[in-house]
């Protein structure tokens, strides 16, 4: 089982930025892949961004593309989102996930990934 925390949410104005950190600990040999999702207050939980650990390929939800960057740190297990330009509907509980799951050509769907962090909030005010 893998134990993620994540770190770096805040409340923050529209137009700022926010990097936001999930460490991974634990058995991480049977994950490929790691993501960020966000859910708002009388919302579904949405996919933002994940990225597969060993090739670094990464895809986006639409409504981030251009202003988040999910990158990582091999060594340290760990994952970051950039997030630039940030808007009030970026307002959110932020959950990292990570899980073993085959080469897609999409953003992989929340039902993919096995292990999952508490969340850190973000708040944007406008």
């Known amino acids: 089982q893998v134990q993620l925390v994540e770190s770096g949410g805040g409340s923050v104005q529209a137009g700022g930025s926010l990097r936001l950190s999930c460490a991974a600990s634990?058995?991480?040999?049977?994950?490929?892949?790691m993501g960020w999702f966000r859910q708002a207050p009388g919302k579904e939980r949405e996919g933002v961004a994940a990225?597969?650990?060993?090739?670094?390929?990464?895809y986006y939800a639409d409504s981030v593309k251009d202003r988040f960057t999910i990158s990582q740190d091999n060594a340290k297990y760990t994952v970051y989102l950039q997030m630039n330009s940030l808007k009030p509907e970026d307002t959110a509980m932020y959950y990292c996930?990570?899980?073993?799951?085959?080469?897609?050509?999409?953003?992989?769907?929340?039902?993919?990934?096995?292990?999952w962090g508490r969340g850190t909030q973000v708040t944007v005010s406008s």
């Open positions: 990225i597969y650990t060993g090739s670094g390929v990464s």
């Open positions: 634990g058995y991480t040999g049977n994950i490929n892949s």
């Open positions: 996930a990570a899980g073993y799951i085959p080469p897609t050509n999409a953003l992989p769907h929340e039902s993919h990934f096995t292990d």
